[in-house]
Structures are given as C-alpha cells and as structure tokens.
C-alpha cells in the first residue's frame, strides 16, 4: 500500500522560503515519477512542479517556475519541494502525489493517482 507523508508547512513571510518534504513507503520509490500539487479554499487543485522517476527530468507550472525547485532522494524515498520568494498567492494545502504505474512520465499531470494528506503552508503580507 502506497504511503505518503508530506512535512515542511507552516507560517512564513512574503518573500520567505520553505522546504517541504514527503516520504514514500510502499513500494520501489525510485520506479515511480512525483509531484506536488496545492488547493487554495474555493480553489481546484493544481499542479506545480512534478519529477521523473530517475530525476533527469523535472516540470514546473507557470506561476511557480524559478522560484520553487522539486528534487528526490532515492536513497531515502523522498521528494522535496524548495519553496523561495513566497508569495501570498501561494497560500493553499501542498499534497504529494505520485503514479500508480511505474516508469511513467512525470509530465503526465493527469496521471497521479496517490496522494498524501497534505500540509498546509500559508503566506503573510
């Protein structure tokens, strides 16, 4: 059964940084691409950045690229979200998510089926 934790939220500053994190149990974490995805309230989810299952490749929205930076240790079945220049509008729970089949590609955002239970990061003024 595919687990996801994500970690990291919390309370910061325009302008500020967080580093989120998610640990993945369940199966062969390095088979499998991630990513990372928020919902504002009122708001649908969307994607934000997402990884290939090697690292080789990575994929960001647009209101995020060079700001936020997504990277995985295999080692330790975790991918992490570095979150710089925050801005209020990016106030939302952040989940973790990754594929059901392996070796998929990581710019299908379409494609992620598992899901963590999210944290919520929140951006003052």
């Known amino acids: 059964q595919v687990q996801l934790v994500e970690s990291g939220g919390g309370l910061v500053q325009a302008g500020g940084s967080l580093r989120l994190s998610c640990a993945a149990s369940?199966?062969?974490?390095?088979?499998?691409?991630m990513g990372w995805f928020r919902q504002a309230p009122g708001l649908e989810r969307e994607f934000v950045t997402a990884?290939?299952?090697?690292?080789?490749?990575?994929y960001y929205a647009d209101s995020v690229k060079g700001r936020f930076t997504i990277s995985r240790d295999n080692a330790k079945n975790t991918v992490y979200l570095l979150m710089n220049s925050l801005k209020p509008e990016d106030t939302a729970v952040y989940y973790c998510?990754?594929?059901?089949?392996?070796?998929?590609?990581?710019?299908?955002?379409?494609?992620?089926?598992?899901w963590g239970q999210g944290t919520q990061v929140t951006v003052s003024s």
């Open positions: 998510a990754t594929q059901k089949a392996p070796y998929g590609s990581a710019s299908q955002t379409s494609s992620f089926d598992y």
């Open positions: 369940g199966r062969t974490f390095s088979n499998y691409a």
């Open positions: 990884i290939s299952w090697g690292g080789r490749y990575t």
